[in-house]
T-cell receptor, first 113, second 111 residues
Framework: SAVISQKPSRDICQRGTSLTIQCQVD?????MFWYRQQPGQSLTLIAT?????????ESGFVIDKFPISRPNLTFSTLTVSNMSPEDSSIYLC??????????FGSGTRLTVV | AQSVTQPDIHITVSEGASLELRCNYS??????LFWYVQSPGQGLQLLLK??????LVQGIKGFEAEFKRSQSSFNLRKPSVHWSDAAEYFC?????????FGKGTMLLVSP
């Protein structure tokens, strides 16, 4: 099973700034997924990132706000741009380790002030 | 569209008592069903999954879940709760490369 290292684990940011979250996987994976977990809410898929192609965004999420990079098969970043307090959430990356079985990073707890 | 309902936001159980966390789903085909646990400051850990076959699924840490198609349910159970089980539990339904999560149930364990 893959092990995901996600950082930073938490951050407090000023509104209007951007934060880049990194996920490193200890094995090569085709797809990586980025989720948002707002306070008191379930996990919501932001986008799916394949190496060598543009990320696919879910309804309600746009590339300008959440640009994603996927430079190789073990690494991805998610940037939360021009942050507002509404972006305060936990952000998690995930990979598929077997058919329809997923492993998650430990999450990034973001607070925007 | 697929959806998951976890009707209990919080549940408090005495240590040593039995536990049942409820999950109802909506899915157009035969679902893949999952239970994950999230401890404070940790990522999600897979407890168990159901794809097909025996409707009673055994997982890690002594948990089990039963798939009941007629009730569209996939409830999680444990016969004797330990203090270390205090965490948030998420039920999820999925197919190929998609997972839809419930809002989670926070389990509190009292001495």
């Amino acid at each position: 099973s893959a092990v995901i290292s996600q950082k930073p684990s938490r951050d407090i940011c000023q509104r209007g700034t951007s934060l880049t979250i990194q996920c490193q996987v200890d094995s090569q994976v085709t797809m990586m997924f980025w989720y948002r977990q707002q306070p008191g809410q379930s996990l919501t898929l932001i986008a799916t990132a394949n190496q060598g192609s543009e990320a696919t965004y879910e309804s309600g999420f746009v590339i300008d706000k959440f640009p994603i990079s996927r430079p190789n098969l073990t690494f991805s970043t998610l940037t939360v741009s021009n942050m507002s307090p509404e972006d305060s959430s936990i952000y998690l990356c995930s990979v598929e380790v077997a058919q329809s079985v997923y492993t998650f990073g430990s999450g990034t707890r973001l607070t925007v002030v | 569209a697929q959806s998951v309902t976890q009707p209990d936001i919080h549940i408090t159980v005495s240590e040593g008592a039995s536990l049942e966390l409820r999950c109802n789903y909506s899915y157009g085909a035969t679902p893949y069903l999952f239970w994950y646990v999230q401890s404070p400051g940790q990522g999600l850990q897979l407890l168990l999954k159901y794809f097909s076959g025996d409707t009673l699924v055994q997982g890690i840490k002594g948990f089990e879940a039963e798939f009941k198609r007629s009730q569209s349910s996939f409830n999680l159970r444990k016969p004797s709760v330990h203090w270390s089980d205090a965490a948030e539990y998420f039920c999820a339904v999925g197919g190929y490369s998609t997972l839809t999560f419930g809002k989670g149930t926070m389990l509190l364990v009292s001495p």
